[in-house]
């Protein structure tokens, strides 16, 4: 069985990061989300939400992790569509919009350092919200977000997707720790048997 590495956010956007939760580190599949509580650690562990907005048993809830996987894998191809330089489908939008609508949240005022501010406070009351929260993400990503900078990590095991937020946009890996370094170590590996 493959260990499942700790989540990471090299996607640049909480929506890459999302669909990066399914992974290839070193080449075999990896799931990140294999249990509904999994979902939630995710979406604290993004900052999606915070520990206690979820005010329904997540182990109870039948079809969860179903239904985050579908969605997932619709953000996938989406991204992946994306890349392909090809417009995000009428059908992906009409998914979003149905999900969204099950979204709920209530402004709230809190102060802090003696500002107020008004962040949305969520209730998580069924899957329908926890879904409906995770595609406002998407939703943003789809409005918000420069789609020439989304690009697929260049090592050819790689699944994941990240927003290329560089100066001169030239990043090629997820992430330099993983795949980049490994990919360096190959072409200096390479060098040296060439002699130069
Ligand atoms: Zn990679």
């Known amino acids: ?20 939760t399914k992974m290839t580190p070193g080449g075999q599949l990896v799931d990140q989300l294999a249990r509904n509580g999994d979902v939630v650690a995710w979406m604290v562990d993004v900052g999606m939400i915070e520990e206690g907005t979820v005010l329904f048993s997540v182990s109870d809830a039948q079809d969860l992790l ?5 969605f997932r894998q ?9 890349v ?9 939008i009409g998914v979003i919009n149905a999900q ?12 802090t350092d003696n500002v107020y501010k008004r962040p949305f406070a969520y209730k998580l009351t069924g899957s329908a919200q926890l ?5 406002y993400t998407a939703a943003q990503f789809v409005t918000d977000v420069d789609f020439r900078y989304v690009k697929q990590c ?4 790689c699944i994941r997707y990240f927003l290329d937020t560089s100066r001169n946009h030239s990043r090629r890996w997820c992430s330099m720790e993983g795949c980049g370094n490994r990919n360096k170590a190959n072409k200096h590996y390479a060098r040296k048997k060439r002699g130069g």
């Open 1 to 20: 069985m493959n260990t499942i590495p700790p989540f990471d956010h090299v996607g640049g956007h909480p929506l890459i990061d999302f669909v990066n």
């Open 66 to 70: 179903d239904e985050v996987r579908a």
């Open 74 to 82: 619709q953000m996938r191809d989406m991204l992946a569509a994306i």
């Open 84 to 92: 392909a330089e090809q417009p995000v489908a009428e059908e992906t």
């Open 100 to 111: 969204l609508v099950h979204w709920k949240a209530t402004p709230q005022l809190i102060k």
């Open 131 to 135: 879904l409906a929260l995770l595609t």
């Open 154 to 157: 260049d090592k050819s095991t």
